[in-house]
């Protein structure tokens, strides 16, 4: 297994999730770490709350499922990523 990096753009932010070998599962936002899950659960989850221009808000979320390393973001609670790592 190697490490997954994917990046999104969110109008004048930027989010990364990032899966590496050990399928710990990391959200970044402007190359800041928000959360991490690194625990041996079957599923991982990560959230933040993303203020954008005049207090709009994204709600982004990734759950990875760690035996086969599904991989499903949502902004808002609509999907922008949902594949397999590999």
Request: glycine residues 2%; contains cysteine.
């Amino acid at each position: 297994m190697s490490d997954a990096v994917l990046k999104f753009d969110l109008e004048h932010k930027q989010f990364v999730i990032h899966v590496d070998e050990t399928n710990a599962l990391e959200l970044y936002v402007d190359n800041c770490l928000r959360k991490r899950d690194s625990s041996l659960d079957p599923v991982g989850y990560v959230w933040t709350n993303i203020e954008l221009n005049w207090e709009e808000h994204r709600y982004v979320e990734a759950r990875l499922s760690r035996a086969s390393r599904a991989l499903h973001v949502t902004v808002n609670h609509e999907t922008v990523f949902n594949e397999s790592l590999g």
